[in-house]
């Protein structure tokens, strides 16, 4: 079955520390996306894509960042990690862009800054 | 700016006791409305598309409606499997999702 993984599923982290967060989908969707969510908020957009080497700003994009090289892959990466960051962080897939709500998300990554 | 208030924040039923949720929007030209169903430590898990007023949709106990200010979700009989956090989010002009915080449900046996 088609499936969209995240790892590490835990992370605990130093402020200052580069952070990678892994998302891999065989779902073979171009839409991809990174949300967080935190208690008061809903899920809100970090950075998303729409395809190879496409990548675009979300609402809460400063202190992210995010590259496509493949169908598959969309890492999302802290360069340098703030108390601020530490969150639940969801990546999602979606097969068409325009109508694209039906997202398939992944089972999270719980991120810890220190 | 697009706007989505979800009511009540929390919400405990007793089995088989019915109710609805409901999801009040803002939006610039919908494009669609979706639920969503969160498991604690879980992703959450899609349920419904509304596309415009009047459209319903019903997936066993679940039945979702829409009018151009909100939608509810209702719930007929619910079961303590149906607890849950139940996410509304819209998309408008924007193309992009825009979600509310979510009504924490919980069903008592």
């Known amino acids: 079955d088609a499936e969209i993984t995240q790892s590490p599923r835990h992370k605990i982290t130093e402020t200052g520390r580069q952070v990678t967060l892994a998302c891999h989908q065989t779902w073979n969707h171009n839409n991809m996306f990174w949300y967080r969510q935190d208690l008061g908020h809903g899920l809100r957009l970090i950075h998303y894509?729409?395809?190879?080497?496409?990548?675009n700003k979300g609402e809460v994009s400063d202190g992210y960042s995010v590259s496509r090289s493949n169908t598959e892959d969309l890492p999302l990466t802290l360069e340098s990690a703030a108390s601020s960051q530490t969150s639940v962080y969801f990546c999602?897939?979606?097969?068409?862009?325009?109508?694209?709500?039906?997202?398939?998300f992944g089972e999270g990554s719980r991120l810890t800054v220190l | 700016e697009d706007q989505v208030t979800q009511s009540p924040e929390a919400l405990r039923l007793q089995e088989g006791e019915s109710s609805s949720l409901n999801c009040s929007y803002t939006v610039s030209g919908l494009r669609g409305l979706f639920w969503y169903r969160q498991d604690p430590g879980k992703g959450p898990e899609f349920l419904f598309t509304?596309?415009?007023a009047g459209e319903e949709k019903e997936k066993e106990r679940l039945k979702a409606t829409l009018t151009k200010k909100e939608s509810f979700l209702h719930i007929t009989a619910p079961k303590p499997e149906d607890s849950a956090t139940y996410l509304c989010?819209?998309?408008?002009?924007?193309?992009?999702?825009?979600f509310g915080k979510g009504t924490k449900l919980t069903v008592n046996p």
């Open positions: 894509s729409y395809g190879v080497h496409d990548t």
């Open positions: 989010a819209v998309q408008g002009g924007s193309e992009k999702l825009v």
């Open positions: 999602a897939s979606s097969e068409d862009r325009v109508g694209a709500g039906e997202l398939f």
């Open positions: 509304l596309y415009s």
